[in-house]
């Protein structure tokens, strides 16, 4: 095949209907690289074109590769953007990794944008592999998406249909020049024990493993289209804007560990292990007081609150105390603030807002013993009895911002104004807390 045509042809095609910037995830390996540069050749025009370059600060040679990427941009005439991110210990680097990746793309890309992704074949293979070895069920051969959302931009992965020995070929005769990440070479970690040990002997005896094993993907998605819209039909009346889920539909039988797999299907969190469905369904039917944590993934776990069920990361949100100027968006680990001014005049202290003139606020987490008096006469609550009255789950009031002008508690975003900075004209100030929601956790 000749794989230099079809490889630029499938990047075109797929982006023939966006207009938009187009931001390549590009690691400086050899997938990325083919795809920045087929990306290039099929835009002809480098002012659409983003390479976006994560730096997760886990190997030594880190910094030699943000360097490698920012040059092979200088030459091609492509903007790069380096993002460092922290990821989290404990548990799965792997998945820590991605979880701190996918968070900086949703941060940079906007409504419109296109983030392409360089996932090949044999990654494909890969991926169906171990899913099936998770205990993962009919949602193993799903595979990986060639296209889903992501916040408000799309993902694609035009390269899902060739090889890696394909890519290696387009890149031979491009002269591309690509960084090696030694940690691959390992076979510690799950996944590359399957690309470097386990593929390798299935292909000696089936050279066709990963077209085989990606037909077998189609088939399965084909068949579980049907069965997937009668759950999403039951998902839309059990499923909060939050993206929480009912418990009352869980007890009713048989469709309950279909459902509670396609909830998280939806959130993106594939190949979840039996045991832990089972879990779930348990805690599902438990008094409402119980709130365990049931891992689902390397960093992610379900937990129960009253009567519907979350998906949450493993550890906290923590962050530490920053100014805000009003009027912007705050993105913080857990969510992010928004403050615009209140549509009209209040009637009412109740829903008054914060004072018009003030222009900075110092966010910081909840302390613990923090009060505010209510305006109107109403009295002082604690930031706990208000959390409580507001049904904020448990887990996201450890770490819940507050809103200090100085040193005074001002606001509880979305739930109170202190009565010295209430204001109820219409040049008020709305401060909401908005909660990643489990479609943008995953």
């Known amino acids: 095949m000749n794989s230099h045509k079809t490889i630029e042809a499938a990047v075109s095609t797929a982006l023939a209907s966006y207009r938009g910037r187009v931001v390549v995830g590009f690691s400086g390996g050899l997938d990325s690289s083919v795809l920045l540069y087929a990306a290039a050749q099929a835009l002809g025009d480098s002012q659409r074109l983003l390479a976006l370059h994560i730096n997760h600060g886990l190997n030594a040679r880190a910094h030699e590769w943000q360097r490698h990427c920012q040059s092979v941009g200088d030459q091609l005439g492509i903007g790069v953007c380096i993002r460092a991110v922290s990821v989290a210990s404990g548990g799965s680097v792997e998945g820590a990794a991605r979880q701190a990746r996918y968070a900086a793309f949703e941060a940079l890309l906007g409504a419109g944008d296109v983030l392409l992704l360089g996932h090949h074949l044999d990654d494909q293979a890969e991926t169906v592999l171990w899913r099936l070895l998770r205990g993962g069920a009919d949602h193993a051969l799903a595979g990986i998406p060639s296209s889903r959302r992501i916040g ?13 020995s394909e890519l290696y070929a387009w890149a031979a005769a491009q002269k591309i020049e690509w960084i090696e990440d030694d940690s691959n070479a390992a076979i ?5 024990y399957l690309r470097r040990a386990v593929l390798p002997a299935l292909r000696e005896r089936w050279p066709d493993v990963a077209q085989r094993l990606a037909r077998a993907a189609q088939r399965s998605d084909a068949a579980a289209l049907h069965v997937h819209a009668a759950l999403d039909r039951q998902l839309e009346e059990a499923v909060d804007a939050s993206g929480a889920l009912a418990v009352a539909p869980l007890r009713a039988g048989s469709s309950s560990e279909p459902l509670v797999r396609r909830w998280l299907a939806r ?37 129960r609150y009253q009567d519907r069920l979350y998906l949450t990361e493993h550890g906290s949100a923590d962050f530490s105390a920053i100014e805000w ?14 403050s615009t001014r209140m549509p009209g005049v209040v009637d009412g202290a109740a829903d008054a807002g ?28 604690t930031v706990k009895r208000l959390l409580q009255e507001a049904r904020v789950p448990p887990w996201q009031r450890v770490h819940y911002p507050l ?30 807390w908005q909660p990643r929601p489990n479609d943008a956790i995953a």
């Open 152 to 164: 408000a931009a799309t993902l694609l992965r035009p390269l899902l249909g060739f090889t890696r």
């Open 188 to 192: 510690d970690a799950d996944r590359n």
């Open 267 to 303: 959130a993106g969190v594939q190949g979840v292990r039996g045991s832990a469905l089972k879990e779930i369904l348990h805690q599902a039917c438990a008094p409402p007081d119980r709130m365990p944590f049931v891992a689902v993934s390397d960093v992610l776990g379900v937990r």
């Open 325 to 338: 100027l009003l009027g912007e968006r705050l993105t913080l680990p857990g969510g992010c603030l928004i």
């Open 354 to 381: 914060l004072d018009a003139t003030t222009q900075r606020v110092w966010v910081r987490p909840r302390r613990g013993g923090d009060r505010l008096r209510l305006p109107g006469g109403r009295g002082s609550r």
């Open 403 to 432: 809103l200090y002008v100085g040193q005074q508690l001002a606001v509880v975003p979305g739930i109170a104004v202190d009565a010295a900075f209430a204001d109820t004209s219409a040049a008020a100030w709305r401060v909401e």
